[in-house]
């Protein structure tokens, strides 16, 4: 079992939730879990793409009351 | 991962946020990204720096988006692109031409700046790559 990374980029607006989930993508290992928390309205079809891009796998997106949800799993490196 | 390379031409601050937007996006996306500084766009990149003026038509919104950034917790154009170098491959360079016109040498630039190079340097380094003039 990976690392489950929580990154709180909630209060930054674009392109701050993807600096840092791409900042804790660094330190990530295949088989972790990133949890970013943002609330920029552009966060979920951004995230899309850098998942997309970097070759790793959206588990789940979630808004609940305050924020955004997104769980990443990392399968690329 | 791919390559974003930015003519930076204009010189107003209006200019400078998607600059340092797009920089740091695609930063982090992994891309490589080559700035060719020229025209006005020089003076946002002096090591003594001036406030970026706003253009006429739109100086009565300059306090609206201000504010705004501060509100959004947006930062500057200047610390994106200094974050997006620091955790990046982000290069900027300054155009020979405006830098013998306006008699300038690296020690006049702000130290953001990698190098000052020629037109022909900046569109080999762009080739095959995403191409943008701000």
């Known amino acids: 079992m990976g690392k489950r990374i929580v990154v709180d980029a909630r209060g930054s607006s674009c392109p701050g939730p993807i600096v840092e989930l791409s900042k804790a993508y660094r330190n990530a290992a295949v088989g972790d879990v990133i949890e970013l928390w943002a609330t920029d309205p552009g966060v979920k079809a951004d995230t899309q793409a850098w998942a997309e891009k970097t070759k790793n796998k959206i588990e789940s997106i979630k808004e609940d009351q305050d924020k955004i949800i997104i769980v990443i799993d990392i399968e690329n490196r | 991962m791919g390559k974003l390379s930015i003519i930076m031409f204009s010189g107003t601050m209006d200019k400078f946020i998607p600059l340092g937007v797009l920089s740091s996006a695609a930063s982090a ?106």
């Open chain 2, 29 to 134: 996306l992994g891309d490589e990204v080559n700035i060719f500084v020229t025209g006005f766009a020089l003076l946002g990149f002096m090591k003594e720096k001036k406030p970026l003026p706003f253009p006429d038509e739109f100086k009565d919104m300059a306090p609206a988006l201000e504010e705004g950034m501060k509100r959004t917790n947006t930062k500057s154009w200047y610390d994106m692109l200094k974050e997006a170098k620091e955790s990046g491959n982000v290069k900027i360079y300054v155009c020979s031409l405006m830098a013998s016109i306006f008699n300038l040498s690296k020690n006049d630039l702000d130290p953001i700046v990698d190098d000052i190079v020629g037109a022909t340097t900046f569109l080999t380094q762009a080739e095959n790559g995403m191409v943008l003039f701000i």
